[in-house]
């Protein structure tokens, strides 16, 4: 027990040290550029939190990092490296948009099914490189990179010939598939705020139940840790690579219809990718792939990119600055500088006294 808690406490230190260190990376660039980094930072907190439709706004920039990073640190701690999430989300899209806008349901009814749709898309979507990696040994790496194009041009694809009759974007889905819910918007001065926060809060604890409450969430963090021992006590390898890819997949496939169904309403003809999925690795690295953590890296996540948007309308300083941030963050984290730190402080100490 006392180990257990040593290493959260461990991997929280990690985690603060971190973000700390990409907020000095990102002050040295502005200091070198010519900028105030005290003013720029003061900026991006305010524009954050000073108003209910900023605290609007932001939670809504949280909520699909919150799944993202789920569908990554799910799958990582059943020993799989989903980096298809980009995919799944856009997958999660179309499939939301393809329900919003063929289908005539009553309200909410309609949402809930678009809803669900998305989670199917994704799980779906992420079911191919399960099964090939359950059953021929291909990495998922490698497939789901492939995966993401494909799923960005398929969905440019429908878009254009089939759900735009020829235009670059589709039309509106109707009011009964939004998932925006005027009384919640009102109270945070108009933001585009939706009940996805609410489905992102629902997947963290559905994800802890999951995995720490139930036995199939044991059997799938045992195949995760050690696949070999796992199938010699019994346990199906095969089934479990497949289920951890497609409930990851499912997870984004929310964030994206969560998106489509609450923020943008209408699905385009994307150049390139929305980068969502790809923040979601990020959350989940910073979060140590645990759903508390995950929650607290998507909202420092979600406060640097509204927030540094302001940054950039108020004093002057490149959005591309904040991406440095999140760079380092996970530069530091990846390197594991406060392990390192400490190692090599035992040492020196323990030459000391020697």
Do not use: C
Not at 100 to 108: G, I
């Amino acid at each position: 027990m006392m180990q257990l808690i040593q290493r959260k406490q461990s991997t929280f230190l990690t985690s603060l040290v971190s973000v700390l260190l990409g907020m000095l990376v990102g002050a040295v660039m502005m200091l070198v550029a010519g900028y105030d980094p005290i003013q720029a930072y003061a900026a991006l907190l305010s524009s954050a939190f000073l108003m209910p439709y900023d605290i609007g706004e932001t939670i809504r920039t949280i909520s699909p990092l919150i799944l993202t990073g789920l569908a990554v640190g799910l799958a990582y701690r059943t020993g799989l490296f989903n980096i298809g999430v980009e995919g799944q989300f856009i997958i999660g899209q179309l499939a939301a948009t393809i329900i919003a806008l063929k289908l005539d349901l009553p309200p909410v009814i309609h949402a809930v099914v678009a809803v669900i749709a998305g989670a199917i898309g994704g799980a779906l979507w992420a079911f191919l490189p399960g099964l090939l990696k359950a059953t021929r040994g291909v990495h998922e790496v490698i497939v789901t990179i492939m995966m993401n194009f494909i799923a960005l041009y398929l969905s440019n694809v429908l878009v254009r010939n089939w759900l735009s009759a020829g235009a670059d974007s589709t039309e509106k889905i109707p009011s009964s598939a939004s998932l925006r819910w005027d009384s919640l918007s009102s109270l945070f001065g108009g933001a585009r705020i939706h009940m996805g926060i609410f489905i992102a809060l629902a997947s963290a604890l559905f994800m802890y139940y999951l995995l720490w409450r139930t036995t199939s969430g044991f059997e799938l963090r045992a195949v995760g840790f050690n696949p070999d021992a796992s199938e010699y006590a019994g346990m199906s390898v095969k089934r479990s690579l497949i289920l951890s890819m497609m409930i990851s997949g499912s997870f984004a496939g929310l964030a994206g219809a969560s998106e489509l169904l609450g923020t943008s309403g209408y699905l385009a003809i994307q150049g390139a990718h929305t980068g969502i999925g790809f923040d979601g690795i990020a959350v989940a690295l910073l979060g140590a792939n645990t759903p508390g953590g995950i929650l607290l890296a998507a909202s420092l996540f979600g406060i640097l990119t509204y927030g540094g948007s302001n940054m950039q309308f108020v004093e002057g300083v490149p959005f591309e600055v904040v991406r440095v941030v999140f760079a380092a963050i996970i530069l530091f984290v990846a390197a594991n500088i406060v392990r390192w730190g400490t190692q090599k402080f035992r040492k020196k100490a323990v030459k000391e006294h020697a």
